[in-house]
């Protein structure tokens, strides 16, 4: 599997749009990039997917170079409900029966 | 838009005693999980299971531990004699076969061992 690394903590400012960016050197070429949203005592969120370029829905975008060693999930103008722990997560499509969550990135919104 | 349920909301029990926790997992889908969740700590993978038998399961899911699927709807998992360390958050999940990268959880149950 593989490992991700994201950044622990950050703050933002209701209204501001927040970047979140995780690191995921070896993937492979079969992996794909799912990002999950999890508030506190509830289950994790699917949020959005990725294989590279550009994916956007309802909720976020997901930017993924064309190496694909790393992503972003960007989401637009946070409010403070959108304070949560989102995980970054690479896994291979369609064969994988143990999805791992790291230790995810706590997004804080202040108002 | 369905949803994984769990029951009880909140478990407590002595420490030894046997635990029932389950699940109703989406109707149409067909792989189920269980994960658990520390307190301040990440969530953790125990095991998966798919077509009436374990898929994969990790070093956490130990012989204390068993999941079932006594009928068509519902998901269990059994702690034979719980231990203090197996307090958590214990979150079910399910997905479809070909997109197992989307699980859908449940709200857990607050596993408490005294």
């Known amino acids: 599997l593989a490992k991700t690394t994201q950044p622990i903590s950050m703050d933002s400012y209701e209204g501001q749009e927040v970047n979140i960016t995780c690191s995921h050197n070896n993937i492979a070429t079969n992996d794909y990039i799912t990002w999950y949203q999890q508030f506190p005592s509830q289950g994790p969120r699917f949020i959005i997917q990725g294989y590279k370029t550009k994916v956007t829905n309802e909720v976020a975008s997901l930017f993924i170079p064309a190496d694909r060693k790393s992503s972003t999930l960007s989401l637009p103008r946070v409010s403070l409900s959108d304070t949560a722990v989102y995980y970054c997560?690479?896994?291979?499509?369609?064969?994988?029966?143990?999805?791992?969550f790291g230790k995810g990135n706590q997004v804080v919104v202040i108002p | 838009e369905p949803e994984v349920t769990q029951t009880p909301s909140h478990q407590v029990t002595q420490m030894g005693q046997e635990v029932i926790l389950r699940c109703v997992p989406i109707?149409?889908?067909?792989?189920f999980y269980w994960y658990r969740q520390i307190l301040g700590q990440k969530v953790e993978f125990l095991v998966s299971?798919?077509?009436?038998?374990?898929?994969?399961k990790s070093e956490i899911f130990d012989d204390q531990f068993s999941v079932e699927r006594p009928d068509g709807s519902n998901f269990t998992l059994k702690i034979r004699s719980t231990k203090l360390e197996d307090s958590a958050m214990y979150f079910c999940?399910?997905?479809?076969?070909?997109?197992?990268?989307?699980?859908?959880f449940g709200s857990g149950t607050q596993l408490s061992v005294l």
């Open positions: 997560l690479v896994a291979l499509h369609y064969g994988n029966n143990r999805l791992a």
């Open positions: 299971f798919y077509n009436n038998e374990i898929s994969e």
């Open positions: 109707s149409n889908h067909l792989y």
């Open positions: 999940a399910s997905s479809e076969y070909r997109d197992r990268e989307k699980l859908f």
